[in-house]
């Protein structure tokens, strides 16, 4: 029993980590229709801020709140000066920022010398109840990414922001004709999704530590995710990486992780195959 | 999302121009930049060896092998529109294959491991395509892309976990190839052999995309739709293509394994198809020697680059990579190459067209 009850708490938080990673990457490519290959990177970017502003003396929270902001500046930029000449070629787009990627990849890697990199968790220690200990780090991950789910959901779907992003999606023509700049919708709406990532980044650094090809294996992890659970709509994605994340964190209680985490990538794959639509058919955000 | 309208390829309407017979005795009438540059890439790979020093002889045999890669991986993206991302799988698989061929039943002549590795990169691509790209939904360019990486992935994680792959360090010291009793080192020998096998998979290649078979290809490639409507069965095409473009991965790989003497995880995974996807589209997608010009730029100056820039060489090669997307979408290629050329011809040659027609 008590196994069982840790075992399902490794099981929520590893899945809280994947859905938070997910996230941005869902929003980016439901709402604009870009697989963004860069995403990965930007997790990396976010967990080398809070890494960099750990390393100068500074505490880790404040790193933690840096990250998603610089990660989505950054995303804004490259929106402006790269990302939006893809639109109309969904697929060069994809090779776009794969280099975009490569680039973060290999400067972050130059930058800590090829190195493990280990940041303090700022909340360290556990809870015990009963007999059993709970990391409290990872409690409060499970905490804030069900919290980022619900502000975003709340963002996309009650403010005025939110419409102006539905309104760009379903219709571009009609959006500009009503005169919302479609352009700076994208702008943002990408740097959102970034900056979900930094704080992705940011969160998980305590957790995994940081290598230059962290992002690399969230990145397949996220497409995975955002393919089974459906391109198009919000909650697709987040259904997606809870199924990818629970399976990826379950499946090696039973058997050996290497083989865990190749059958999980091959039993999605297999699922889209004959579900190209996803657990979540359907576009847009329901409210 | 649609395969069609990459973006990076020409439109229809360029090809049909060049099929018209109008344009065709036009385009007859110019000097032709490819046959040319063809022949030069094939003279200076020739004369090479003899004055390059050993060492670098080495490492141009190793480019070579790259090129043949490449060129795999440009038949499936430039002209068939499926992007394997995972292209490295077959290349991988190959190289393994005829690694454990020479570890545990000591076989390493050339007329037994090519087609060994040949073999099994073209049946692990046709198995792949089989699932990815045949069935009753059409599948979309990012589930194959997706599918791909992830089978290279997938084979990068298992032999990195594998006890009888050699785990994290691969295969070490395979045994020198050999032709009869001659052993076959590093070296010019390997170096022209190499080169002929290039060049023999090029011209089958330049071949099989000039036919009706490559029409066919050019057409899905554009509009998978209208091809689909005149009869052609699409998905079968595209298997076929990437079966054969496994199959040349295979031979790459197979080279590969024995000229570097070890095979490892690297091969299979990622790093690899990422390599080869910078190649062709620095060279230039949809002409067979934008793949292999792509290959030796890049190559040659990460050699030379990276000796005194060794930490910054791949952020330099990323923004050249996204320099090249953003404001050369076909490659290097095409700042010498004009459209008409690039696309080029299909079907029986020109001149007895224009004979037959009265």
Redesign the interface.
Known sequence: MDTLLIAMFEILSFGAIVVLVVLGLGIIASMM?I?NFAQGEFVLLGAYVTYLVHSVGLPVPLGMLAAPVAVGALGFVLEKL?VR?FY?????A???T???G??IR??V??LTGGLYVSVPEPISGSITIGSLHFATWRGVIVIITLLVIAASHALLAYTSFGLRVRASLENPQLARASGISTGMIYSLTFAFGAALAGLAGALIVPVFSLFADLG?RFL?QG??AV?VGG?GSFAGPVAGASVIGTFSAWLPWLM?P??A??LV??L??IF???R?QGLVSGRGVNR | MSSTGTGIQPPPRVIEAARSPLMASAFAGRTKVLPILELALLIAASIAPLVLRDYITVYATRVLILCLFALSFDLVWGYAGILSLGQSLFFGMAGYGVALLSRDFGVGSIFAVLPAGTLIGFVAALLLAGFLLLGRHPSSVVFVSLGTMTGAYAADRLARGSHYLGGQNGIPSIQPMTIGSHELSEGPGFYYLVLAILVLIYLLSRFLLRSQFGLALAGLRENEQRIAFLGYKVQHLKAIIFAISGAIAGTAGSLYAFHEGFVWTNMLGVVMSTQVVLYVLFGGSGTLIGAVIGTAIVEGLSFWLSDNYRDIWPIILGVLLLLVILFRPLGLISLVLGERERVGHFGPSLKEKRNAAP
Request: charged share 10%.
């Open positions: 229709g697989f790269v000449r109309l070629a969904p697929i060069v994809m090779l776009g794969y280099a975009l490569l680039i290999e400067a890697r130059g690399i397949i497409f995975v393919m391109v050996s290497v083989i985490d190749v990538f091959v999605a794959i889209i195959k004959f190209p």
